[in-house]
T-cell receptor, first 112, second 111 residues
Framework: DAGITQSPRYKITETGRQVTLMCHQT?????MFWYRQDLGHGLRLIYY???????DKGEVPDGYVVSRSKTENFPLTLESATRSQTSVYFC???????????FGPGTRLTVL | TQLLEQSPQFLSIQEGENLTVYCNSS?????LQWYRQEPGEGPVLLVT?????EVKKLKRLTFQFGDARKDSSLHITAAQPGDTGLYLC???????????FGAGTRLTVKP
């Protein structure tokens, strides 16, 4: 299906475990982004990528790792999950840096 | 401290009423976007404003970008229950045109 998808949609994990959230887009957009959304903070940028093999930190990158070996995929890894990483995570893509961002449906992550 | 402050944080009104929500900053933005987000979904773009003083209309929604490009407002005329959602503003800021989001205004329109 065309568009941007995220998996899983829901995830419960324990403190200290590694978790990877997946993001896939079919538009061949150059830019991809990872945000977390928390009450009172809105959307905060974790990492973004301008193209395959090019990634950069956003506002809140600590505790997260990204990679982008293919244009269409942009996985986000929590190497050792903490309770403060409980959040809803959104992936987005866009053709150019400030164009319309197309968001995925989100992944709700709970860290116990 | 948010780069973009949105107010009010929550707004509950009756169907048919008018409302205005605000997005303010002390920084200048090269462009500003408004998104609406419904529960369980990602945000969806409503409009992008680029020029200071610009006004854009989308049916019953009117968007204005401040003359100094530091603030914006969204006015909804005759609100309907279908307008219920979280309204987010996002500004392109700094040398890298980083997009920064406000915390949003959560609007509830009661039938």
């Amino acid at each position: 299906d065309a568009g941007i998808t995220q998996s899983p949609r829901y995830k419960i994990t324990e403190t200290g475990r590694q978790v990877t959230l997946m993001c896939h887009q079919t538009w061949s957009h150059s830019y991809m982004f990872w945000y977390r959304q928390d009450l009172g903070h809105g959307l905060r940028l974790i990492y973004y990528s301008a193209a395959a093999d090019i990634t950069d930190k956003g506002e809140v990158p600590d505790g997260y790792v990204v990679s982008r070996s293919k244009t269409e995929n942009f996985p986000l890894t929590l190497e050792s999950a903490t309770r403060s990483q409980t959040s809803v995570y959104f992936c987005a893509s866009t053709r150019r840096r400030t164009d319309t961002q197309y968001f995925g449906p989100g992944t709700r992550l709970t860290v116990l | 401290t948010q780069l973009l402050e949105q107010s009010p944080q929550f707004l509950s009104i009756q169907e048919g009423e008018n409302l205005t929500v605000y997005c303010n900053s002390s920084s200048v933005f090269s462009s500003l976007q408004w998104y609406r987000q419904e529960p369980g979904e990602g945000p969806v773009l409503l409009v992008t404003v680029v020029t200071g003083g610009e006004v854009k209309k989308l049916k019953r929604l009117t968007f204005q970008f401040g003359d100094a490009r530091k603030d914006s407002s969204l006015h909804i005329t005759a609100a309907q229950p279908g307008d219920t959602g979280l309204y987010l503003c996002a500004g392109a800021w700094g040398n890298n045109n980083d997009m920064r989001f406000g915390a949003g205004t959560r609007l509830t329109v009661k039938p």
